[in-house]
């Protein structure tokens, strides 16, 4: 028997990952998680005797988090504009910077947000954009393209159980899509091999690096998308991208040089870095 209280097992368990220079958190973030408890059931079962069964679960989470196993994978699902969104080793895990780039495609077309747009997710992963997009904007038509057959599955899993009406599509960036676009939208590959020491081990290690790394510095993928949209965008169509904290003004030449009608804009996340653009 443990015979130990919750508050007292959580925190010898954050002081452990602490001293080893891990996130003291996590644990306390999963076992919330797998609890289903919010603050507030915490604050009231935190002396509360931990019973066997969720201590071994612990000690088996503790483990893995130790050797940088994302949480987010350990419980399988993430949050993402209020909803829950499954995520395996097969997706990158949904980030707040991506909720900040819904939110400005969200609240720059706010006055279409009734008209029969074609929506196009590019590199749709966990399928978190494109779900968000069409469970906030009902009358929107949105697809999304992965290159990842095993992504796409936890798309359509994640687009069934919001009961988000998206049409899949396999391929490569924009060569699946024939229907004229005019939203196009996506948070594609953007890292340099170069800054591969730069990230976190967690990343490295686990998240999928087809869904991280691009040729040319980072720059392959948008070079490519600013290309094929050239035909697919419509002439009052927008495009919203992720960038890396410091593409902005590389991203910004490619697609300026593409569509030099348009209007480019650069747009800071909470952070105050470069992190988000538009074309429009």
């Excluded at 966990?126 to 992504?151: C, F, H, N, Y």
């Excluded at 060569?175 to 730069?198: F, H, K, M, R, T």
């Excluded at 686990?206 to 035909?231: C, D, V």
């Excluded at 300026?256 to 074309?279: E, H, I, T």
Aim: glycine share 4%; aromatic share 10%.
């Amino acid at each position: 028997m443990v015979n130990k209280t919750y508050q007292e097992v959580l925190s010898w368990a954050s002081s452990f990952l602490e001293a080893r220079e891990k996130e003291g958190y996590a644990i306390l973030y999963v076992f919330l998680a797998r609890k289903n408890w919010t603050k507030t059931d915490w604050l009231l079962h935190m002396k509360d005797i931990m019973p066997q069964n969720e201590y071994e679960q612990l000690q088996s989470d503790l483990t893995q988090l130790l050797d940088d196993y994302p949480p987010q994978y350990l419980l399988g699902y993430e949050e993402f504009f209020g909803r829950r969104f499954k995520v395996n080793t097969a997706t990158l895990i949904p980030r707040p910077e991506t909720e900040e780039l819904v939110d400005w495609c969200l609240q720059a077309t706010v006055n279409q947000k009734n008209e029969k747009l074609h929506v196009v997710d590019v590199g749709t992963g966990t399928g978190a954009i494109a779900a968000t997009l069409k469970l906030e904007r009902p009358a929107w038509q949105v697809d999304a393209v992965d290159i990842s057959e095993e992504a796409l599955e936890i798309a359509q899993m994640n687009s069934h159980l919001l009961e988000a009406n998206v049409r899949f599509y396999l391929g490569n960036t924009l060569e699946p899509i024939d229907q004229p676009i005019d939203i196009l939208i996506a948070n594609p590959p953007y890292i340099s091999q170069d800054e591969w020491s730069l990230m976190d081990l967690s990343v490295r290690q686990y998240e999928p690096q087809i869904a991280l790394f691009a040729e040319n510095n980072g720059l392959a993928i948008y070079q490519k998308i600013a290309q094929q949209a050239q035909e697919k965008l419509v002439k009052q169509g927008m495009i919203f991208l992720e960038i890396g904290f410091n593409q902005g003004e590389a991203v910004e030449k490619i697609f300026q040089k593409s569509f030099p009608q348009k209007k480019v804009q650069r747009k800071k996340d909470l952070s105050g870095n470069d992190r988000m653009l538009a074309v429009y």
